[in-house]
């Protein structure tokens, strides 16, 4: 089912099928031909049984949060920020995109938000202070990558429901690797800087003007302290700490910032409707093939054949990584975790992997996997914004995606990156 899946399901996609209808069309393609009408019916049902979950709900209330905060202004207040601390750098605003993509990641939790909302103000800015246009793209797209990394992330979100870990652990387990993944690209910047002369965004701010932008500032950035606070601080569930967010992000857009208007109210809930279906839509789908998968016994199959390679777990993560990395390239991450997760998560708890650290190899790769062609959505959505070729920005995007590797390679070798923050907090052993 697995090796006929992806060739069928590209072929769906190259003659214009949405992601979701190829993700249905072709195991049940499959399953009409083997004769199997019974679970034809079971993959189709199993839909609305796969997005039916309380868990899941979290997702919605997230991007509710991330649309709030964007429409209400939030988003110029976290650029002036990262710009008043670090504009004054070589290669200021490129260094002020990927900051200011770390602090989004805090609020939003998804890389195509990051993309929608800073794109579209940075990349005109990088491009009117003197970068070329597809540079200024391309360090949009790879900086996006660390919004579904850093808490709170929806792909996070999935895994634990797919694999019933806990929500808190994953959230704590991606603060490091996240910041790495930001550090590693500001790195990058700093080498292109010293190279090719990049200019400085603006001259150094002074510590009152700091100050100010970080006033203006405190309000948004308190988002993530009061989701993971009252998280860790076992004041609600992750599910209720997105409606939290939510409803936190609708008080400082509209009362304290006084951003946003009543009537701004009806297009941020159709946006956050309209992007929050495509998700679980794709939720649905994935968790309907998974069901038909299970069935066909292909878990067992492939466990076999992985443990088969090999019984070292270093060479098998490097070989798991390259197989999640090659995925990631054609499926959506949210997807691919819920397909392959149940899959692999057993194979590598068995060999001794700590459950939390797979999560964040399997959850960072797949992240990364929307920044790569040929079918990154993240490319897209930056193709949509900045009115860059997709096939230009991926050429550009190479270098910073080489640093992104690195770090995943990292993350898998040194499992205290990810589990540190968990252990420290008792949500990991």
């Not at 199997?36 to 079971?42: F, M, S, V």
């Not at 919004?147 to 929500?167: F, K, L, T």
């Not at 959230?171 to 550090?183: N, R, S, T, Y």
């Not at 009806?266 to 299970?294: D, E, I, Y």
């Given at each position: 089912?697995?090796?006929?899946?992806?060739?069928l399901?590209?072929i769906?996609?190259?003659?214009?099928?949405?992601?979701?209808?190829?993700?249905?069309?072709?195991?049940?393609f499959?399953?009409?031909?083997?004769?199997?009408?019974?679970d034809?019916?079971?993959?189709y049902?199993?839909?609305?049984?796969?997005?039916?979950?309380?868990?899941l709900?979290?997702?919605?209330?997230?991007m509710?949060?991330?649309?709030?905060m964007?429409?209400?202004?939030i988003?110029?207040?976290?650029?002036?920020?990262?710009?008043?601390?670090?504009?004054?750098?070589?290669?200021?605003l490129?260094?002020?995109?990927?900051?200011?993509?770390m602090?989004?990641?805090?609020?939003?939790?998804?890389?195509?938000?990051?993309?929608?909302?800073?794109?579209?103000?940075?990349?005109?800015?990088?491009?009117?202070?003197?970068?070329?246009?597809?540079?200024?793209?391309?360090?949009t797209?790879?900086?996006?990558?660390?919004?579904?990394?850093?808490?709170?992330?929806?792909?996070?979100?999935?895994?634990?429901?797919?694999?019933?870990?806990?929500?808190?652990?994953?959230f704590?387990?991606?603060?490091?690797?996240?910041?790495?993944?930001?550090?590693?690209?500001?790195?990058?910047v700093?080498?292109?800087?010293?190279?090719?002369?990049?200019?400085?965004?603006?001259?150094?701010?002074?510590?009152?003007?700091r100050?100010?932008?970080?006033?203006?500032?405190f309000?948004?950035?308190?988002?993530?302290?009061?989701?993971?606070?009252?998280?860790?601080?076992?004041?609600?569930?992750?599910?209720?700490?997105?409606?939290?967010?939510a409803?936190?992000?609708?008080?400082?857009?509209?009362?304290?910032?006084?951003?946003?208007?009543?009537?701004?109210?009806?297009?941020?809930?159709?946006?956050?409707?309209?992007?929050?279906?495509?998700?679980?839509?794709?939720?649905?789908?994935?968790?309907?093939?998974?069901?038909?998968?299970?069935?066909?016994?292909?878990p067992?199959?492939?466990a076999?054949?992985?443990?088969?390679?090999?019984?070292?777990?270093?060479i098998?993560?490097?070989?798991?990584?390259?197989?999640?990395?090659?995925?990631?390239?054609?499926?959506?991450?949210?997807?691919?975790?819920?397909?392959?997760?149940?899959?692999?998560?057993?194979?590598?708890?068995?060999?001794?992997?700590?459950?939390?650290?797979?999560?964040?190899?399997?959850?960072?790769?797949?992240?990364?996997?929307?920044?790569?062609?040929?079918?990154?959505?993240?490319?897209?959505?930056?193709?949509?914004?900045?009115?860059?070729?997709?096939?230009t920005?991926?050429?550009?995007?190479?270098?910073?995606?080489?640093?992104?590797?690195?770090?995943?390679?990292?993350?898998?070798?040194?499992?205290?990156?990810?589990?540190?923050?968990?252990?420290?907090?008792?949500?990991?052993?």
């Amino acid at each position: 089912m697995l090796f006929f899946f992806l060739p069928l399901f590209l072929i769906f996609l190259m003659i214009g099928l949405p992601v979701f209808f190829g993700m249905l069309a072709a195991p049940g393609f499959l399953l009409w031909l083997n004769g199997q009408e019974r679970d034809l019916a079971l993959l189709y049902r199993n839909v609305y049984t796969g997005m039916d979950s309380f868990p899941l709900m979290a997702i919605p209330f997230f991007m509710l949060a991330g649309e709030l905060m964007n429409r209400g202004g939030i988003t110029m207040r976290i650029v002036e920020f990262s710009q008043a601390m670090i504009g004054h750098l070589k290669g200021g605003l490129a260094h002020v995109n990927i900051l200011s993509s770390m602090l989004f990641a805090g609020l939003s939790g998804s890389a195509v938000a990051d993309v929608s909302a800073l794109g579209s103000m940075l990349i005109p800015a990088m491009e009117k202070n003197g970068y070329s246009r597809k540079f200024a793209a391309a360090v949009t797209a790879a900086s996006s990558v660390i919004g579904p990394i850093i808490p709170p992330s929806g792909i996070m979100i999935i895994y634990a429901y797919v694999m019933g870990e806990s929500v808190a652990a994953l959230f704590l387990a991606g603060i490091v690797p996240g910041i790495l993944v930001g550090v590693g690209l500001m790195s990058v910047v700093a080498l292109l800087a010293r190279r090719h002369g990049f200019p400085v965004a603006a001259r150094k701010a002074s510590w009152p003007e700091r100050g100010q932008a970080s006033l203006k500032a405190f309000f948004p950035l308190l988002t993530p302290v009061i989701i993971l606070g009252g998280i860790l601080g076992g004041v609600f569930t992750p599910t209720e700490a997105s409606a939290v967010a939510a409803v936190y992000a609708l008080i400082v857009a509209m009362f304290i910032l006084k951003t946003m208007a009543w009537a701004d109210l009806p297009r941020v809930l159709t946006k956050a409707a309209m992007t929050t279906s495509v998700v679980l839509l794709l939720v649905g789908a994935a968790m309907a093939f998974k069901t038909v998968v299970s069935l066909s016994h292909t878990p067992e199959i492939l466990a076999n054949f992985i443990l088969g390679l090999s019984d070292n777990p270093y060479i098998l993560l490097f070989l798991i990584n390259v197989l999640l990395f090659i995925v990631g390239m054609f499926l959506d991450a949210g997807p691919a975790i819920i397909i392959l997760g149940p899959i692999l998560g057993p194979i590598f708890t068995d060999l001794g992997v700590h459950p939390v650290h797979f999560a964040i190899i399997m959850s960072v790769n797949l992240t990364v996997g929307l920044a790569t062609p040929p079918m990154g959505l993240v490319l897209f959505v930056t193709s949509s914004v900045s009115g860059e070729r997709v096939e230009t920005i991926a050429k550009a995007i190479l270098p910073f995606l080489l640093v992104e590797v690195i770090v995943i390679f990292l993350i898998t070798f040194i499992p205290q990156i990810s589990l540190f923050m968990p252990q420290l907090f008792g949500f990991a052993r």
